[in-house]
């Protein structure tokens, strides 16, 4: 069965400060991969995926990640953080086409923005 | 406006007494999901459906059954609810998985006394 380890829990940075959230998956098939976030009691909403193609994949509100087939890993990153990016984010991956149907999340890393 | 609604938003109950989270989208969508959410547990897939009539498991669907009699609908139901199903339920649905976006719904507090 696959899974997905997002290696921190909790992210602290200061505003304007670059930030980087890990996650790792374990699958001996081609996945999907996605980063959800989850801003404070409300759903989750698509930041960004991957499906084929560039390994480095831009989203929303000026997120990114890159897909690293060998160490499978798919890190999101920002380069400037801001106070409204403090929410959960959440690493996702689907097993290739005929998988798409199930998702597997991640434990989840709350990024926190201080000013 | 494109949304999924789940109802009820909060929802407190007894353990043994049957009870219904509904979802809907209004988006035409053909894939629906439930999905629990537990601290330091991420979200756990419940049950899935690829269209009408079409459902399967997710990776915890013990004590949990669902029905899509109709597209837009989606309802979840607890037949004899216990605490450990005590979570947050979230629905989503989308028009084809994974190339389009899971669209979810505002969640479901659920405790169960």
């Known amino acids: 069965a696959q899974s997905v380890t997002q290696l921190d829990s909790q992210v602290p940075v200061f505003e304007e400060a670059p930030v980087e959230l890990r996650c790792n998956y374990s699958?001996?098939?081609?996945?999907?991969l996605f980063w959800y976030v989850q801003y404070p009691n409300q759903g989750l909403q698509l930041l960004l995926k991957y499906l084929s193609g560039s390994t480095l994949v831009k989203g929303i509100n000026g997120f990114e990640a890159e897909f690293n087939k060998s160490q499978t890993s798919f890190h999101l990153r920002k380069p400037s953080v801001h106070i409204s990016d403090t929410a959960e984010y959440f690493c996702a991956v689907s097993k290739g086409i005929q998988g798409a149907q199930k998702l597997v999340f991640g434990q989840g890393t709350r990024l926190t923005i201080n000013p | 406006e494109a949304q999924v609604t789940q109802n009820p938003r909060y929802l407190i109950t007894v353990t043994g007494k049957k009870l219904t989270v509904t979802c809907s989208q209004n988006?035409?969508?053909?894939?629906m999901s439930w999905y629990r959410q537990d601290p330091g547990l991420g979200l756990r897939q419940i049950y899935y459906s690829m269209n009408v009539e079409v459902t399967d498991k997710g990776d915890v669907p013990e004590g949990y059954k669902v029905s899509r009699k109709e597209k837009r609908n989606f309802p979840l139901i607890l037949e004899s609810p216990s605490p450990n199903q005590t979570s947050l339920y979230f629905c989503a649905s989308s028009l084809r998985v994974p190339y389009n976006e899971q669209f979810f719904g505002p969640g479901t507090r659920l405790t169960v006394l």
């Open positions: 699958s001996s098939v081609s996945v999907y």
């Open positions: 988006m035409n969508h053909e894939y």
